[in-house]
């Protein structure tokens, strides 16, 4: 298998087109990857850098852990990438929900022009979300303690106490200017690379980070941490489980529900068209990693708030809340999950409309053998995605409580358990898959070998 896959990596040089789309991409994100080492001027770097590194050794990070995960790393080397691509993205996430429910984005997206119009809304979006999000991460900066839970022997800011809203200004300028280059970047990917160049972005980020998970794995089994002293029965059972999570999110990105739609014969003008039958894929997890992400967003305020408003009036109800939303509590699980399996459905509901999919194929001549054209058919494709969107939702609380469990009951380190499941490894795994699939598209054009030989990679999207 391993011969096969070096073979299909070879095949990709030899062909001229593929090989300079190749290349380009791994030079951009090597630029990308620099946002992450460049500091911005005015603040302690190593300092915070070794303080969430004891903190992640430690079992701890938190919230923090994750979007230093996310970031690369910039975050905490208080780099000009600290943001990466996370506001475009929201920008994004934010302008295709509005697309769904606004009827005049929703008129838009349908024409040529609207479309590019839509895009260049998530670009202003993004600048907004980059100054709002560059303030607070410039105060964050500020106080450590208080805003990024993190001990440090003083204020990370080097500037004099008078230069404070000049450090700040910079900060947020920075920052944006930082997040703007790597969202044309991601775009320069996408157009003249390999794969989505926005998703590879994140990606390389969150593998730059394997190098502290092997760090991590050596501390559990040298007993030189804080962690439990692991043995080779830990090892063969976290080696078995990372296989198990690779497989499963394999397995149910690429599954699909396949309706028959069966095409009568029609005549349009002059031209008469055979009918036929064909299918149409209804993915299992549709929304993707969005629920994750949502529900991650949605859950670093309560605990923070609460901690907050605990620590101003004194109050012991504040604190206990503050302890039962900390990240990994049982309380946190249970909303954890229970957000997952709201915002799978709320995707559903409004990026797939059946009512529109029953039109066209009414339009079309088409119809589901056994249903009935029109509502019948809505209700039909409602009710069948409905099911199979609780399964996908099930699995994405699987996968998102594994690294939450394994931190909690194995005391096995953040940078070590991320990479076990949650975002990061939903992002990683199907970035990856999407990539293979237009190298593979590549390869079979040209009649090479893919990276199977039987079937085909079928993607995200």
């Not at 229970?338 to 119809?367: C, H, P, R």
Request: proline share 4%.
């Amino acid at each position: 298998m391993f011969r096969s896959i070096a073979n299909t990596f070879s095949n990709c040089f030899k062909i001229p087109e593929l090989k300079s789309r190749i290349i380009f991409t791994v030079v951009v994100l090597a630029v990308c990857r620099l946002t992450a080492y460049i500091h911005i001027p005015g603040l302690d770097a190593p300092t915070l850098n070794k303080a969430v590194d004891d903190a992640q050794r430690a079992g701890g990070g938190g919230a923090f852990g994750l979007l230093s995960a996310f970031s690369g790393g910039a975050i905490q080397n208080c780099a000009i990438g600290a943001l990466t691509i996370i506001p475009y993205i929201s920008a994004t996430i934010i302008i295709q929900l509005l697309t769904a429910v606004v009827p005049q984005l929703s008129k838009m997206a349908r024409e040529e022009g609207g479309r590019a119009k839509i895009v260049q809304y998530g670009r202003y979006l993004t600048v907004l979300l980059c100054l709002g999000q560059g303030m607070l991460t410039a105060i964050g900066y500020e106080h450590p303690e208080t805003v990024l839970q993190l001990k440090l022997p003083h204020s990370l800011v080097l500037y004099p106490e008078s230069w404070i809203w000049w450090y700040r200004i910079q900060t947020t300028i920075v920052l944006t200017t930082g997040t703007m280059l790597l969202m044309w970047l991601g775009e320069q990917i996408t157009d003249r690379g390999i794969g989505n160049g926005v998703s590879l972005i994140i990606t390389i980020n969150i593998l730059s980070r394997l190098p502290n998970a092997f760090v991590g794995v050596h501390d559990m089994f040298s007993g030189s941490g804080p962690e439990m002293k692991a043995n080779i029965v830990h090892g063969i059972a976290l080696l078995l489980l990372l296989a198990g999570v690779i497989a499963g999110i394999i397995a149910v990105t690429q599954a699909q529900r396949k309706i028959p739609v069966t095409y009568a014969q029609r005549a349009v003008g002059r031209k008469v068209y055979a009918g036929g039958t064909n299918y149409m894929p209804l993915r299992v997890n549709y929304a993707g990693v969005m629920p994750v992400i949502f529900a991650q967003s949605i859950l670093m305020f309560p605990q923070k708030i609460a901690q907050y408003l605990g620590k101003l009036f004194n109050l012991k109800f504040f604190t206990d809340i503050s302890m039962h939303l900390d990240y990994g509590a049982g309380w946190y699980l249970a909303i954890f999950a229970l957000l997952i399996l709201f915002f799978s459905y709320f995707w559903v509901a409004t990026q797939f409309n059946e009512l529109q999919i029953a039109d066209d194929l009414k339009k079309n001549g088409g119809y589901i053998p056994g249903v009935r054209p029109g509502q019948a058919t809505s209700d039909y494709l409602h009710n069948t995605m409905s099911r199979i969107t609780l399964a996908g939702a099930v699995f994405l609380v699987i996968i998102s409580v594994i690294p939450i469990i394994l931190g909690r009951v194995m005391h096995v380190p953040m940078q070590v358990s991320q990479f076990f499941g949650g975002t990061s490894m939903l992002i990683a795994v199907g970035v990856m898959l999407d990539t293979m699939r237009q190298m593979e598209s590549h390869l079979l054009m040209r009649h090479y070998d893919g990276f199977l030989k039987k079937g085909k990679l079928k993607g995200r999207f």
